[in-house]
Antibody, heavy 116, light 113 residues
Framework: EVQLVESGGGLIQPGGSLRLSCAAS????????MTWVRQAPGKGLEWVSI???????HYADSVRGRFTISRDTSKNTLYLQMNSLRAEDTALYYC??????????WGQGTRVTVSS | DIVMTQSPDSLAVSLGERATINCKSS????????????LAWYQQKPGQRPKLLIY???TRESGVPDRFSASGSGTNFTLTISSLQAEDVAVYYC?????????FGGGTMVEIK
């Protein structure tokens, strides 16, 4: 079955770090563009980052320099390393994938709460 | 950055009636070599992940009921639900996937009147 399963969310203090994972099945993470999108409580969708199938990475201005997207082919998993976390990073983080920038496949999300 | 502006913010429609959502992009999202608009529509039901409904501005994703249709070009796009069903209660988002940063509209909540 083709699916994405996120994990790694939790409660973290401001300034802390967290690594989110997104395990893919039914396809290889290097064959698709892999994306992170977040949704703050009660708010809309916000694009965070994307890694192209050639490895090129792009980031939203709000996270550039703090977040790093990467993938592990041996584990067929996408990651989002989040450093210097802020209260405004609190959100449900979705992993998504597709051909190019379009994202037809989404995971169920993992929740990140940044609070002291 | 391309700004996506949706209207209205919310919409209450009677069962069986038409619902229309508008989306305006601050720049064109046309990929000229293929003459396709890089505009997608997503549906997000309460407590669920977003679901792709429409891509290339007017192509329905596999399995999406044909009461959902979309159109538009240039900077103005529309999603129409021809006959609203109870299961269509959701927030609908437009998104441009022409260039990074990928950007979403603010969402339109569709409810039953």
């Amino acid at each position: 079955e083709v699916q994405l399963v996120e994990s790694g969310g939790g409660l973290i203090q401001p300034g802390g770090s967290l690594r989110l994972s997104c395990a893919a099945s039914g396809f290889t993470v290097t064959s698709k563009y892999m994306t992170w999108v977040r949704q703050a409580p009660g708010k809309g969708l916000e694009w965070v980052s994307i890694i192209e199938n050639n490895g090129a990475a792009h980031y939203a201005d709000s996270v550039r320099g703090r977040f790093t997207i990467s993938r592990d082919t041996s584990k067929n998993t996408l990651y989002l390393q989040m450093n210097s976390l802020r209260a405004e990073d609190t959100a449900l983080y979705y992993c998504a994938s597709g051909q190019g920038f379009l994202t037809p496949l989404w995971g169920q999300g993992t929740r990140v709460t940044v609070s002291s | 950055d391309i700004v996506m502006t949706q209207s209205p913010d919310s919409l209450a429609v009677s069962l069986g009636e038409r619902a229309t959502i508008n989306c305006k992009s601050s720049q064109r999202v046309l990929y000229r070599p293929y003459n396709v608009e890089h505009l997608a529509w997503y549906q997000q039901k309460p407590g669920q992940r977003p679901k792709l409904l429409i891509y290339w501005a007017s192509t329905r994703e596999s399995g999406v009921p044909d009461r959902f249709s979309a159109s538009g070009s240039g900077t103005n796009f529309t999603l129409t639900i021809s006959s609203l069903q109870a299961e269509d209660v959701a927030v609908y988002y437009c998104q441009q996937y022409y260039t990074v940063p990928l950007t979403f509209g603010g969402g339109t909540m569709v409810e039953i009147k």
